[in-house]
C-alpha cells in the first residue's frame, strides 16, 4: 500500500531532470576543460622534458575519459521506469562512474607512477628545456581546472542549501556522484599542477631530474587516492547504499507519527538512484483500522513523505499484525 500501484509522483522527475542537466553541463565543461589542458601540458612536457607535466598530461587525458563516462552516466541514468525497470536506471549511474574511476587509476596513476620510476632509475643531471613556456602552460591549466572547479562547487552549494547541510557534509553524503567526480578530479588537478610546478622548479635548481620523477610519483600517488574514492562511493551506491542516519530517523518519525501506527518495527530507505530514493516499512496499525483505513494512511504517508523530502519517490507500506515475524537489522 501506499504507493505499491503507482509510480512516483509527477512532479518528482521533473525536478530530477532539472538536477541531471544541470549535472551533464557541469560534466561537459569539466571535459571541455580537461581536454584542452592535457593538449598544453603535453605540449610542456615535451618541451621541458619534464616527466611530472607529462604525468600531469596523462592525468588530464584520463579525466578526459572519465568525463566522457559521467556523461554517459548522467544520460542513461536519467531514464525514467519501463516495464522492465520499474524503478528507473538510476544506479546505472554508479555503474559508469565506477568505471570512470578505474580510468583515472589506470591511465592517470598508472602511466604517472612509470613515468616517475623510469625517472629516478635513468634520470640524467641536466637543465629542464623550454622553462617559461612550461610554466606559462601550467599556470593556464590551473586557472582552467579552477573556473571548471568552480563552476561544479557552485553547484554542489545550491545543493546543499536545499538540503540544509554544509558542503562539506553534502559532499560526503550525496548520492549524485557525478558532481562529485568533476570536484575532486579538479581539485586534484590543481594540486597535481601545483606538485609538477615544485618537482620542475627543483629540477631547475639542482639540476637533478631526481625531482622531476618524485613529483611525478606523488601525481600518480595522488590519482590512486581519488580513484578510490571514487570507486568506493559508487560500488556501495551500485549495491544499494541506506540512506544517511539522520535522514533515516527522520522518514521514519514521519510515518511513526501517522494516525493509528502503532509500531514500525522494520524500516528501510535506499538510494536507488541520484535524488532518488525507496522508502519501505512494515507497519502494525491499531486493531480497530479497517483495510479503508490503513489504505487512506497509506496514501497520506506516501504523500507527506514526498511532500517533505524532495529525493522521497517510491514509498510502501507493509500493515503487520503485532508480533508478526522477526525483526530484522534496519538500514
Known sequence: MGGSDRVSGRDRPVKQRDAGAESAVTVLVAGATNLTVALAKAIGGAISGSSAMQAEAAHSVADTVTQIFLFIATRRGRRGPDVGHPFGYGRETYLWAFL???????????????RGINAL???ETREPGGTLIAYTILVFAFLMEGVSLLRALGQARRRAVVARLSLRT????????????VIFEDAAAMIGIIIAATGLALWQVTGRAAWDGLASLAIGALLIV????LARTNLSLLTGQAVRAQLRDALRREIESLPGVEEVPVFVAVVIGPGNLLVAAKVNFAD???????ERVADEAEERLRARYSGVHYVFLDP?????GQRPPET
Open 288 to 294: 480497530e483500522y479497517s483495510a479503508a483505513d490503513i
Open 226 to 229: 581519488v580513484a578510490a574514492i
Open 170 to 181: 553534502m559532499l560526503r553524503v550525496t548520492a549524485d556522484t557525478t558532481v562529485k567526480a
Open 320 to 324: 503487520t499484525p503485532s508480533g508478526h
Open 100 to 114: 570512470a574511476a578505474l580510468a583515472t587509476f589506470v591511465a592517470g596513476a598508472g602511466f604517472s607512477l612509470t
Open 121 to 123: 632509475l635513468h634520470g
